[in-house]
T-cell receptor, first 114, second 109 residues
């Protein structure tokens, strides 16, 4: 365990479903991130939250909706996804957003859209 | 986009040192070099990071050239469990980590 917990580990959903991914960290970090990793592609940064405020949205489609109720929890709400959204979704946290701090990643949620 | 360049793949014999190179010629003076690795279908794992000086921890050593335009990650005694994709990262525009394609290291018996 890294201290960043993601649930569920695997998720299969239909294109008309609504589901949520959850990320929780008990490291006392104040920044949290969502990354997407599609097959044979680099990790893509999706959203950044710093002290519960969204500081970056990398042109992510609105069918992905993040929520950060506090510094320890991060959600990614999913609705009307497409099959190309199937990927490994990774959550990470860090003590700060400056480049001199490392990130701790969770194990990810493997999402399959059918 | 990622600003570092790494070889696509490398092989290493078990028990030998694995030396993974990275070019980061556009790195700015206050940006660190980070190394992470990702074992199949798991989240990336932090290995080591450095600014100017060489660094060593229980996992690896990081050698940074004097001009800071390149670095080498050294796994002193590679094991089969070190087979993974290794990412060299210099950090994004707002301090976010931007991953490239990394180097796929295969440790062979």
């Amino acid at each position: 365990e890294t201290g960043v917990t993601q649930t569920p580990r695997h998720l299969v959903m239909g294109m008309t479903n609504k589901k949520s991914l959850k990320c929780e960290q008990h490291l006392g970090h104040n920044a949290m991130y969502w990354y997407k990793q599609s097959a044979k592609k680099p990790l893509e940064l999706m959203f950044v939250y710093n002290f519960k405020e969204q500081t970056e949205n990398n042109s992510v489609p609105s069918r992905f909706s993040p929520e950060c109720p506090n510094s320890s929890h991060l959600f990614l709400h999913l609705h009307t996804l497409q099959p190309e959204d199937s990927a490994l979704y990774l959550c990470a946290s860090s003590q700060g957003q400056a480049t001199n701090y490392g990130y701790t990643f969770g194990s990810g949620t493997r999402l399959t859209v059918v | 986009d990622a600003k570092t360049t790494q070889p696509t793949s490398m092989d290493c014999a078990e028990g030998r040192a694995a030396n993974l190179p990275c070019n980061h010629s556009t790195i700015s003076g206050n940006e660190y070099v980070y190394w992470y690795r990702q074992i199949h279908s798991q989240g990336p794992q932090y290995i080591i990071h450095g600014l100017k000086n060489n660094e060593t921890n229980e996992m690896a050593s990081l050698i940074i050239t004097e001009d800071r335009k390149s670095s080498t990650l050294i796994l002193p005694h590679a094991t089969l469990r070190d087979t993974a994709v290794y990412y060299c990262i210099e950090g994004g525009s707002q301090g976010n980590l931007i991953f490239g394609k990394g180097t796929k290291l295969s440790v062979k018996p």
